[in-house]
């Protein structure tokens, strides 16, 4: 199965959704950056890997700039070497434009998994025969005030209709990429791994969050997220 097929699948059933305030944007870079994800997936995209990585959702400076999940853009320039072309959409936050490439702002979290992986691994195809980074959400949500708003905080009826298409798309994705396991980056993720696949799917887990945002993660992510990994059976 072509997984970019899945893909265009969940982009256009997210994109059907509706948010009501306090969102007042939603990105899909499933739709406009999709020419770099292609990329991603044809690199990084290698069936029954011993771990699918799961995050929520894009954040402003990576996945919504690049299209790559934690896709920090020097992280997907530089070493997944993914860059092509973004195509803003016409309707953009006006503190939070898609610039693409071009981004200077750096997101936190990706800096460190990409980071982290370009140190462990020697190349991104190493990386790729041990994990596959993904998303469990694909879309951005953003308050008028810039401030990034994450889809467990939506009003119930929203987060009902989101979890509904994300929910069966991670189960085709898990199906169609046949990993060992799935692990949560973060709690919010594995939760949603647990909602989505139940007992039937594969074996799920946990590691830390990178976030700026977690005083535990500011204080040495990586070397937590390895012994996390090491524990889970991952890493040697």
Not at 37 to 60: C, E, H, I, V
Not at 114 to 134: C, I, L, T
Not at 214 to 229: C, M, T
């Amino acid at each position: 199965m072509d997984p970019m097929s899945l893909v265009d699948e969940l982009a256009a059933a997210v994109d059907a959704l509706t948010f009501a305030p306090p969102v007042t944007s939603v990105y899909n870079p499933l739709i406009y950056a999709r020419a770099p994800l292609k990329r991603y997936f044809q690199r990084m995209w290698s069936t029954k890997p011993p771990a699918l990585l799961l995050g929520m959702n894009p954040g402003p400076w990576g996945m919504a700039q690049t299209g790559v999940p934690f896709g920090e853009v020097s992280s997907a320039r530089d070493w997944l070497d993914v860059e092509a072309t973004v195509v803003p959409p016409q309707d953009q936050h006006p503190k939070r434009p898609i610039q693409g490439f071009a981004c200077e702002r750096r997101e936190v979290s990706g800096a460190r998994l990409w980071g982290w992986a370009q140190e462990r691994f020697a190349s991104p195809e190493d990386f790729a025969k041990r994990f596959f980074v993904w998303n469990w959400c694909p879309l951005a949500f953003l308050e008028e005030s810039g401030r990034n708003r994450t889809p467990d905080k939506l009003p119930a009826d929203e987060r009902a209709a989101l979890q509904a298409v994300c929910d069966a798309s991670l189960v085709r994705m898990v199906e169609a990429l046949q990993p060992g396991a799935v692990i949560g980056i973060g709690r919010v993720a594995e939760g949603a791994a647990k909602r989505a696949l139940g007992s039937d799917g594969p074996p799920i887990g946990t590691i830390l969050h990178p976030s700026p945002a977690s005083p535990i993660a500011n204080r040495g992510w990586a070397p937590q997220a390895e012994k996390q990994l090491k524990t889970l059976g991952l890493l040697n």
